[in-house]
Structure formats: structure tokens, C-alpha cells
């Protein structure tokens, strides 16, 4: 017997990046149904990308994280030359 | 917005450390960070006459910065000069001759936002995307730790948005194994 599930995690990926074709998602779907692996695998990468998106966001978000205060007096300069020239 | 309020000085001020915070959540690099701040403060200051006030000049300001980001990744792409040859191809050890997987995966009962919180996991994390190869690697980090369109990634590394989705899938299945064996418990030694 043949399995799908090769062709499955590539399409499973691709639809976090693309829109799949009726077909691939016709297909896609059916085999899910049917294997629990590759449910799972769809499981670890929708974690993976809510975690890459929460990464991303926590960063953005932590006052912890300032620009340290010599590089702030090293811009000060740099962006005094520039509006003196 | 006061069109007058074009001063360089009071952005820093205001929006340095959160557009510091914005390279830093996609370079991850201090040193890169702050030189990114402020190529963009002084690409906004000679810039000034074109903010329509339409906007924020914080949302401006990290208009600009995107394209400062995309700009110095797609440098490093090219300065590295990334083997065009094909990489490595995870899916022929991952996968059985009939399409089956090797290893079967398993269900991850773990919370993304704990995960975030964790340093540990973090580590752990960052240690596998650096087993990448050097090509998937820097798509992928462009693609989930930049957040960069697939559009700009493809431009950035000169390949095709067929060979993006290639590299990015062989990416994810050998990160996924990464974690598995490494934090989520797989074959981990407890």
C-alpha cells in the first residue's frame, strides 16, 4: 500500500504559506481523516507557528528591552551630523 | 500630526527603544538592532518631506525600518553566497520507500505561551534552527522569526516561491524532529 502522508506534510506546509488548490485540499483532508500521525504532525506545526508568532510578539512587547544608552549617544551624534550637514 | 514636529532627536527619544525592541524581536542581535535604529531614524530625517502625516510617525518610522531589515538580510544572503546546490533532504530519512513515516509524530500537550515564557525552551530551540543548513536556516528564520512575506524572502534569496515552500517544508519536518528528540520528550532521557 501506498501512504500519502509524505506528500501530506508538504502540502501541510505549504498551506501556511500559500493557498492550496481544491484538489491538494480535497486530498489533504481525506487523508487526515484517516491517519493520526499526520494529524499530529499538523498539530505540532500549528504550535510551532503560534509559537514563532508569539515569539516575535513578546519581543516586541518587553519594556525590558531598551537600546542600550551608548548606542542611544552614539545615534544622538550620528543624527546631529546629519542634520548639521 | 505636526508636520513641524520633523526632529530626529525627540525620535529617538520616543521610538528609539521600541523600534529597538522591533529589530531585536526580528534580528535577534543586538549589535545589528541598534545600527538598525538608527539607519532608519536617519533615513527618516532625510525622508522627512515625504510623511504625509497620514499616519503615526511611529507607524512611519516602522514602515522604514522593515525595509531597512529586509535590505541587510538579503546582504548577508549574498555576501554568504549560499550553495545553490541542493541541500540536504530531510524527507528521504523521515519517510518510509511507500510514503509512511519512519517515526510516527507524536502529539506535542504543550502550551505555546508557556513554551515563550520558558528560556530553557528557548535555548533548546534556537539550538536546533541552528542545525539547519545554512540555506533552509536563513529562509526560515526570515520566514518565522522575521515574518517577512514569501514574496520579499524569495526576492531576498534570488529563488523561486516553489523552492521557498521546498525549503522552508524540509525546515519545519527537521525542526519538528529537533524538538521532538530535544523538549518534547521523544527519546529524551528523563
Known amino acids: 500500500m501506498n501512504h500519502f502522508c509524505r506528500e501530506a506534510s508538504q502540502l501541510q506546509s505549504d498551506g501556511l504559506d500559500r493557498e492550496l488548490t481544491l484538489m491538494e485540499r480535497i486530498r489533504l483532508r481525506m487523508h487526515l481523516l484517516i491517519c493520526g500521525a499526520c494529524r499530529n504532525y499538523a498539530e505540532n506545526l500549528e504550535l510551532l507557528n503560534n509559537l514563532f508568532h508569539g515569539l516575535r510578539k513578546q519581543t516586541e512587547e518587553d519594556e525590558s528591552i531598551t537600546l542600550p544608552s551608548s548606542d542611544k549617544e552614539r545615534i544622538k551624534e550620528a543624527l546631529k551630523k546629519a ?3 | 500630526m505636526n508636520k513641524k514636529a520633523g526632529n530626529p532627536e525627540h525620535w529617538l527619544t520616543d521610538h528609539g527603544d521600541y523600534l ?11 549589535e545589528q538592532a541598534s545600527d538598525m535604529v538608527q539607519e532608519t531614524l536617519l533615513a527618516a530625517w532625510r525622508g522627512w518631506d515625504r510623511f504625509s502625516g497620514n499616519s503615526t510617525v511611529r ?3 516602522v514602515g522604514i525600518m522593515k525595509h531597512k531589515i529586509t535590505d541587510l538580510v538579503r546582504k548577508e544572503i549574498r555576501n554568504r553566497k549560499l550553495a545553490e546546490a541542493v541541500e540536504s533532504d530531510p524527507t528521504s530519512s523521515m519517510f518510509n520507500a511507500d510514503g509512511s513515516w519512519v517515526e510516527a509524530p507524536r502529539s506535542w500537550k504543550e502550551n505555546p505561551e508557556e513554551l515563550c515564557e520558558s528560556e530553557q525552551f528557548q535555548q533548546v530551540l534556537e539550538g536546533c534552527i541552528g542545525k539547519l543548513p545554512e540555506k533552509q536556516q536563513t529562509v526560515f528564520r526570515m520566514r518565522e ?12 534569496a534570488e529563488i523561486t516561491s516553489t523552492h521557498l515552500h521546498v525549503l522552508i ?7 519538528r524532529t529537533c524538538l521532538e528528540f530535544n523538549w518534547f520528550g521523544g527519546k529524551r532521557q528523563t
Do not use: V
Open chain 2, 59 to 61: 507607524t512611519w518610522l
Open chain 2, 169 to 175: 517544508h524540509r525546515a519545519r519536518l527537521a525542526l
Open chain 1, 83 to 85: 542634520s548639521e550637514s
Open chain 2, 145 to 156: 522569526l522575521t515574518g517577512e512575506e514569501s514574496e520579499t524572502i524569495c526576492k531576498a
Open chain 2, 20 to 30: 529597538y525592541r522591533y529589530a531585536m524581536s526580528r534580528l535577534r542581535n543586538e
